[in-house]
T-cell receptor, first 114, second 115 residues
Framework: QQQVKQSPQSLIVQKGGIPIINCAYE??????FPWYQQFPGKGPALLIA?????SEKKEGRFTISFNKSAKQFSLHIMDSQPGDSATYFC?????????????FGQGTTLQVKP | DAGVIQSPRHEVTEMGQEVTLRCKPI?????LFWYRQTMMRGLELLIY????????DSGMPEDRFSAKMPNASFSTLKIQPSEPRDSAVYFC?????????????FGSGTQLSVL
């Protein structure tokens, strides 16, 4: 119940394409769903996050879609660029008194070809 | 702000040796987390502290692992004795108090190789 399942494991798109990364969770107590971006040799960095009271959140070229009934959420990258090539992690945490304890998905390695 | 600072960046050691990883969180952050990253298991939470007190160490793999946070600006993760299966990248992260306490700021990690 603590798992967050992420797919695909890897993804290759052409510049300008719209890669989509999906995540699914089981624990309905989860109430915070962030996405982190990691470049080689660096730690993950927060990209965008959503709470279950909304179905979509957009920040620049990055959009999270959230389906509470299906317990799924996804990351869309509009007009993808080679600089977006990185590993993306979805995550989830629970509790109104959130201490930041995140459960991460396995990660998706994205390559955007020029 | 310099961000979360981890040292060393790389550590190569032999099986059976003691390894100590160090972390300086962002000043003013109340929570500190140690994660381990491997290809097989992804990012695993090992332990986290709130106001220097260990809150949840259920992710610590076994008694060979220990973590301390003697003050708000320093934490260590120790492995004694180390084994080849401990080879991984170890990340330290910190987060501020509410609001925004869910946002984790990660260091650049320590690449540990146990031969």
């Amino acid at each position: 119940q603590q798992q967050v399942k992420q797919s695909p494991q890897s993804l290759i798109v052409q510049k300008g394409g719209i890669p989509i990364i999906n995540c699914a969770y089981e624990n309905t107590a989860f109430d915070y769903f962030p996405w982190y971006q990691q470049f080689p040799g660096k730690g993950p960095a927060l990209l965008i996050a959503i709470r279950p009271d909304v179905s979509e959140k957009k920040e620049g070229r990055f959009t999270i879609s959230f389906n509470k009934s299906a317990k799924q959420f996804s990351l869309h990258i509009m007009d993808s660029q080679p600089g977006d090539s990185a590993t993306y992690f979805c995550a989830a945490s629970k509790g109104s008194s959130n201490t930041g304890k995140l459960i991460f998905g396995q990660g998706t390695t994205l390559q955007v070809k020029p | 702000d310099a961000g979360v600072i981890q040292s060393p960046r790389h550590e190569v050691t032999e099986m059976g040796q003691e390894v100590t990883l160090r972390c300086k969180p962002i000043s003013g952050h109340n929570s500190l987390f140690w994660y381990r990253q491997t290809m097989m298991r992804g990012l695993e939470l090992l332990i986290y502290f709130n106001n220097n007190v260990p809150i949840d160490d259920s992710g610590m793999p076994e008694d060979r692992f220990s973590a301390k946070m003697p003050n708000a600006s320093f934490s260590t993760l120790k492995i004694q004795p180390s084994e080849p299966r401990d080879s991984a990248v170890y990340f330290c992260a910190s987060s501020p108090g509410a609001p925004g306490r869910e946002k984790l700021f990660f260091g650049s990690g320590t690449q540990l190789s146990v031969l």
